[in-house]
């Protein structure tokens, strides 16, 4: 096995991401005094900060390992589109935004006092079914210039015709990567992997009470669905990659865990990067599980730079 980063084999690579676009709205403030008006925190804010958010986050990663990338997504016609625009242009993302008029750009908002996360507030409106038929267009029509899809699905809506990309994408034997929702897994059928983490397992699997049955349950799901591998994240419990193969556990890396927010689409886009250059899904499962543990010692929805993974030491 390899233990080199593959730099310069990733640096040729060129990945599809496909999904829900959100900005990530960052309050940063400190809290003094509670409100006379009600129990809460009153936060005095010092700064705001935008970031890219669910697959533009995925991107905004890709760039950071070193490969290029084309974001495919669903925006509204509104300032929050513009803001997410810019800082694709700013991290070298191409980008190809529906605009849909009839919808908002998600926003997550999220309040800080010092390091404490005290609420977020949710801005959605979920785009029309045309609009989700024109990004299946425009998927298909860029499929083919690229070596590696990912679809990020945070079930806003811009995946609605999922299973026909997929189909498409491995009729061109493209690798797929999906980032799942929902209980239903019959429309990623046909991936080349899928990234549940727990809750999500559980929610397609239903509960396990041994790793046996959980093998069990990750194969029943792999054939019913012709998945070739399943990737479980398991928090501080690490991740556990399920093929034909068999099961291959790698122990969390992460020495601080500061905030988890965005750590899955870290693994990702590790994943894709790594895959696409050509790695066995042992070796780029053993970076993606690396890329987490640096992630979750960021504060916020961070990326991770292709130097920093190669400098990581366990």
């Given at each position: 096995m390899s233990h080199n980063y593959p730099i310069e084999n990733i640096k040729k690579r060129k990945i599809l991401?496909?999904?829900?676009?959100?900005?990530?709205?960052?309050?940063?403030?400190r809290v003094d005094r509670i409100s006379p008006e009600a129990p809460v925190p009153v936060v005095h804010v010092k700064k705001n900060e935008n970031r890219l958010g669910g697959a533009a986050n995925?991107?905004?990663?890709?760039?950071?390992?070193?490969?290029?990338?084309s974001l495919v997504g669903i925006v509204g016609d509104d300032e929050p589109a513009k803001i997410l625009k810019n800082l694709c242009e700013e991290h070298s993302i191409s980008h190809h935004f529906i605009s849909d008029n009839t919808s908002e750009t998600t926003i997550k908002m999220r309040v800080l006092g010092g390091q404490q996360q005290l609420i977020r507030i949710?801005?959605?409106?979920?785009p029309s079914d045309q609009k989700a038929q024109e990004l299946n267009q425009k998927t298909k029509e860029l499929i083919k210039a690229h070596d590696l899809v990912v679809f990020s699905d945070y079930r806003k809506g811009a995946l609605k015709y999922i299973e026909?990309?997929?189909?498409?994408?491995?009729?061109?034997?493209?690798?797929?990567?999906?980032?799942?929702?929902?209980a239903d897994y019959s429309k990623y059928s046909g991936a080349s992997l899928i990234t549940p983490n727990r809750a999500e397992m559980e929610l397609a699997v239903g509960h396990w009470d041994s790793e046996e049955s959980l093998l069990l349950k990750a194969n029943a799901l792999r054939e019913a669905h012709d998945i070739d591998a399943i990737l479980v994240t398991r928090s501080e419990l690490g991740m556990t990659l399920f093929d034909r193969n068999g099961r291959t556990h790698q122990n969390a890396q992460a020495k601080e865990v500061f905030d988890v927010s965005g750590a899955g689409d870290t693994v990702l886009a590790t994943l894709a990067v790594t895959r696409a250059a050509g790695l066995e899904w042992s070796e780029a499962i053993n970076w993606a599980n690396k890329a987490g543990g640096i992630?979750?010692?960021?504060?916020?929805?961070s990326t991770v730079s292709s130097e920093e993974i190669m400098h990581y030491h366990d």
């Open positions: 991401v496909v999904g829900d676009l959100m900005v990530d709205r960052y309050w940063f403030g995925v991107a905004s990663n890709v760039v950071s390992l070193g490969a290029q990338v949710d801005f959605e409106k979920f026909d990309m997929i189909v498409f994408a491995k009729a061109n034997c493209i690798q797929v990567l999906v980032d799942p929702k929902g992630v979750v010692g960021k504060l916020g929805t």
